[in-house]
Each structure stands twice: as structure tokens, then as C-alpha cells.
């Protein structure tokens, strides 16, 4: 998993509630230093797209709060295309590129790439820095809800990866993405949908109702849930109730890892054993089903 910087390790970052826009909880991993990635950009059709590998089935991968810049989003677009054997898309779906603005200033100023991990108050700095960047973040999570993405995604990437030469399209979403990628999986033309530690309490923010959201979906969903997450997605969860109703709820899989914070997966410091662990685990569990729903022959999610 060397391949595409996946596995390269960045500085740990201070889970300093600064460090986390509004649609993540208490003690999440905040914003992480950009991996370094293989793949290219493209337009789809006016959006920015990183773009690795190649194939009839295609993931689009929804990045974060922090754009798809953020931590290892297009480092882990390099090791899906190469483990999935898939084209793989990341649009840049906030205006700017983050919630807050352009993904370069507020990565840049919420995470330090050329130090070791210090406490917030020895660069009071960088802290206040972030800390201006709280309520732009919030105001841009505002300004993009699903009527907002959802065109963008639906009307330019999504013919853009037909265009290609896709055929089976999948989901991956991490936290802000994983509430982006519920809604279109209430959309027709997605085999399946994976979320990793999803921002699902977005649809509060949004005037929602989180049930009628889930009950709309048509495809097959896992769900990668750390400690940050609620009950509500978490194995038994409300969540898992709603979709075993469904013809496709037996291929619905809901996995909780206890130890994590919010934002382990893409954001996380894998040097560290237990995060690292638990982080390239997840990245297998979700390979294997999107692998297996993408694979040719298999049956379309229906409502």
C-alpha cells in the first residue's frame, strides 16, 4: 500500500475542536497535510476531478469538509482504482474547493506539514488562524446543500464517468461526503454506496429528516462508523433497521471500530499502530464491497 503515498506517514494533527468544521463531532481528527497521489486532473463538465486509474465500473469518491485535498482523499483514490481495478473520480464538489473556502488556504492553515505535533497553544498563530476559519467553514457547509451538490455531481460528473466508458458507477464518501453520498444513493444510476465515518447529523443543518433520507435510498450501503459516530449507523442501528426492509438489505453491512475518532480513515496518522491498524482494515473492508458490487454481472439495487 506504499503506492500513491497511502501509507506514508504525515505529522499527527491536535484534535483541537478548531480543527473541525461543524459536521464533525467532538475530538475528531482535524484537517491532515495532502498525501502524495498518482493520479491526474480532469473537468467533468466544469467541476475539477482527481482522477486515477480506469475501467467499465467507477467509484466517485465524495471527499470531506476539508475538499479533496484533504489528508490521504487522493492518495486512497490511487490505492481504490488499483485494488478495485476501477476508474476512480474525486470532484471537487464545495465552490473554492473546501467548506471555507480554497482547499489550499484552509488546509494550509489549519495543519503545520513541516513540523511534528505540538499542542494548539505553543502556535497561538496557527490557532487563531483557524479559529477566523470556524465560521466560514460553517457558512460554506450551509451554502451547499444537496440542492447545490447534487446537480453538480448528477449533471456533469456523473456523464462525465459515462463518457469514460463506465457502466457501474459506486459511491465512497468520507464524513461530509458520506452524507453526500446517502443522498445520491437515493438517486438512480449507483450500484452500491460505502461511507466512512459519516457527517449523517448533517441533514439537521440542512432541515432534513435523516429516516425519510435513508428510506429513499435505492443501492446497497456500508457504513465504516468510528466512536464519533452514533448509535444511529453503528451495527442495530436505526439505520440498519430502515434498510433490511429493503429487497437489498441483506447486502447492506454496517462496521464500528470502537477506538477511532471521526475521520481515522483519510485523515488519521497511520504511523500510529492502533490508527494505522484499524485505518488499512477499513480500506479493505470497503475495497471488498465495492470489488464485489461492481464485479459484471451483479443485479442492480432497487427500491
Wanted: aromatic content about 8%.
Amino acid at each position: 500500500w506504499g503506492r500513491g503515498g497511502i501509507r506514508q506517514s504525515h505529522p499527527r494533527m491536535p484534535m483541537a475542536p478548531v480543527a473541525a468544521p461543524a459536521c464533525c463531532p467532538p475530538g475528531s481528527h482535524g484537517p491532515a497535510p495532502t498525501a502524495p497521489s498518482t493520479g491526474s486532473m480532469a473537468d467533468a463538465n466544469g467541476v475539477p476531478c482527481y482522477v486515477a486509474g480506469s475501467g467499465t465500473a467507477a467509484i466517485v469518491v465524495l471527499h470531506d469538509a476539508f475538499g479533496g485535498r484533504s489528508g490521504r482523499t487522493r492518495a486512497l483514490a490511487d490505492a481504490l482504482a488499483e485494488r478495485v481495478g476501477a476508474l476512480v473520480v474525486v470532484p471537487e464538489l464545495f465552490d473554492g474547493g473546501a467548506a471555507g473556502g480554497p482547499a489550499g488556504r484552509v488546509i494550509d492553515e489549519l495543519t503545520a506539514p513541516d513540523g511534528p505535533r505540538r499542542p494548539w497553544y505553543t502556535a497561538p498563530w496557527r490557532f487563531l488562524r483557524g479559529l477566523g476559519n470556524a465560521p466560514g467553514m460553517f457558512g460554506g457547509l450551509k451554502r451547499h446543500p444537496w440542492s447545490v451538490v447534487g446537480p453538480k455531481l448528477m449533471d456533469c460528473v456523473v456523464p462525465w464517468v459515462h463518457d469514460q466508458g463506465a457502466t457501474r458507477l459506486g459511491l465512497l464518501g468520507f464524513c461530509w461526503g458520506g452524507w453526500a453520498a446517502l443522498h445520491a444513493s437515493a438517486e438512480p444510476g449507483f450500484v452500491c454506496a460505502a461511507a466512512a465515518h459519516p457527517s449523517y447529523q448533517l441533514c439537521g443543518m440542512h432541515g432534513e429528516d435523516r429516516d425519510d433520507l435513508v428510506t429513499a435510498v435505492r443501492c446497497p450501503q456500508l457504513v465504516v462508523a468510528s466512536a464519533g459516530e452514533p448509535a444511529y449507523c453503528k451495527p442495530g442501528g436505526d439505520m440498519e433497521r430502515i434498510l433490511s426492509t429493503k429487497p437489498f438489505g441483506p447486502e447492506c453491512e454496517f462496521h464500528a471500530f470502537g477506538r477511532q475518532a471521526h475521520g481515522f480513515v483519510n485523515r488519521g496518522d497511520w504511523a500510529d499502530a492502533k490508527v494505522g491498524e484499524d485505518a488499512e482494515e477499513a480500506v479493505r473492508i470497503i475495497c471488498r464491497f465495492l470489488a464485489a458490487r461492481l464485479a459484471p454481472g451483479q443485479e442492480e439495487g432497487s427500491d
